[in-house]
């Protein structure tokens, strides 16, 4: 089946730590995204990327990071500096920028901080 | 600056009984619009969409939305609620341009037996 696998399900972070999430797609989509969910405040676009080797900042990109080196692999790096990491992450991706492509999403990670 | 309102936080409905979502938008031009569902710890999945054409719109599930431009609304609608459909659901605006979503703070559904 193809589709958007996001590991791992439930991740812990320490204080001071750099912690990655894992994003893959077997759709053979261009575009990914990175949302950020937290309760009642919706999705938050954190980075795109449209194409391999190069990717955007959305709307909340502080404190975090991404490569997109292989098409279907786009992972994202919290890092230290994000300082309120405790959410919900998802990973999405499209055919194509267009926006009349929808988005197809992971089942997302869980952040926790010890 | 383009925005997605969903008015209501919770809605409680019985099964079989008719709902309704409500979402309105702000867009300068002709908006891409849709519904996404979320079963908890779940990702999104797509209900349908609207781009242009006939304003109402058929999606999965039994579900449908009527795009009304003079109200800048895209409203959900479901004819009889199943207990399988108890969900948070969220309403997205395209941007155009680049594939950009801007996604209201969504509507949680239960639906009593």
């Known amino acids: 089946d193809g589709g958007i696998t996001q590991s791992p399900k439930y991740l812990f972070r320490k204080e001071g730590q750099n912690v990655t999430l894992s994003c893959e797609q077997n759709l053979n989509h261009d575009a990914m995204y990175w949302y950020r969910q937290d309760p009642g405040q919706g999705l938050r676009l954190i980075y795109y990327?449209?194409?391999?080797?190069?990717?955007q900042k959305g709307d909340i990109a502080e404190g975090y990071s991404v490569s997109r080196e292989k098409k279907e692999s786009f992972p994202l790096t919290v890092t230290s500096a994000q300082k309120n990491p405790t959410a919900f992450y998802l990973c999405?991706?499209?055919?194509?920028?267009?926006?009349?492509?929808?988005?197809?999403f992971g089942d997302g990670t869980r952040l926790s901080i010890l | 600056a383009q925005s997605v309102t969903q008015p209501d936080i919770h809605i409680t409905v019985s099964e079989g009984a008719s709902l309704e979502l409500r979402c309105n938008y702000s867009y300068g031009a002709t908006p891409y619009l849709f519904w996404y569902v979320q079963s908890p710890g779940q990702g999104l999945q797509l209900l349908l969409k609207y781009f242009s054409g006939d304003t109402l719109v058929q999606g999965i599930k039994g579900f449908e939305a009527e795009f009304k431009r003079s109200q800048s609304s895209f409203n959900l609608r479901k004819p009889s609620v199943h207990w399988s459909d108890a969900a948070e659901y969220f309403c997205a605006v395209g941007t155009g341009g680049y594939n950009k979503l801007i996604f209201g703070a969504g509507t949680r559904l239960a639906v009593h037996p």
């Open positions: 990327s449209q194409i391999v080797n190069d990717f």
């Open positions: 999405a991706s499209s055919a194509g920028r267009e926006t009349r492509q929808p988005q197809h």
